[in-house]
């Protein structure tokens, strides 16, 4: 697949030194790729601004509550594509299958993670990127229908696109809260570097079918 699109601009105030993370990923399933080429660097750059915008408020309350909801949203969602993991880890156990899939084009690059939801967001496209690897080695193996393995594919990825369209509407409404306090040229110098795109995805914006459950 084509090289992830990249930010324009690096992810970084110039007039603040960050603490950073670098961190080297693989992802291996065209699904969780997609989610690298179409959300995920509107996402840091989202998460980065929230910060940025919320620094410059200065209500330190408006900075808990929206720490919370995100990290609301990324914990609960994580938790449910793990729970779909092992249970299909158990499938493949019960139905005696000991190969394990292998990709032809996995993509490996070198993040920098800048906040604890940026860290959290990384490590849902990686239980997304292990859970494909499930889905796809029980059709390998003939336990899934094509049907079955599409249908699967498509709805976790939409699903997480959507967590990241959640976190580019809290960097809007933020944006706006500093516009109400007479901040919003200082907001705008501050995320010049950002580059974010509040905007929904060209494609996989329409309501998703809740992820489907295959047969024990």
């Known amino acids: ?19 950073v993370f670098e961190e080297t990923i693989t992802i291996h399933s065209s699904h969780a790729q997609r ?8 996402v840091a750059a989202a998460l980065y601004a929230i910060d940025v915008v919320l620094r410059i408020i200065g209500d330190h309350d408006e900075m808990d509550a ?12 994580a938790t449910t594509m793990e729970q779909e993991r092992q249970r299909l880890l158990m499938l493949r156990e019960q139905s005696g299958i000991t190969r394990q899939v292998k990709y032809t084009r996995p993509v490996t690059l070198k993040i920098q993670i ?11 496209i990686q239980v997304l990127d ?14 899934l229908t094509s049907k079955q393995k599409a249908l699967a594919g498509y709805t976790w990825r939409v699903a997480l696109l959507r967590i990241g ?3 580019m509407t809290l960097e809007r409404r933020a944006r706006d809260a500093a516009a109400r306090d ?9 995320t010049a570097d950002t580059d974010v795109v509040v905007e ?10 809740p992820a489907p459950r295959f047969p024990d």
């Open 165 to 167: 369209r959640e976190i």
């Open 66 to 77: 929206v720490e919370t909801l995100v990290d609301g949203h990324i914990q609960a969602f």
């Open 182 to 190: 007479g901040k919003a040229e200082e907001v705008a110098a501050a």
């Open 1 to 19: 697949m084509a090289e992830p699109r990249r930010s324009k601009r690096p992810l970084q105030d110039s007039r603040f030194s960050r603490p």
């Open 130 to 143: 292990r859970l494909m690897m499930e889905i796809d080695s029980l059709w390998m193996n003939a336990v």
């Open 114 to 124: 800048s906040s604890p939801q940026m860290a959290q967001y990384t490590v849902l």
């Open 200 to 209: 929904h995805d060209v494609a996989d914006t329409h309501e998703a079918t």
């Open 35 to 42: 989610i690298l080429d179409r959300g995920y660097y509107r």
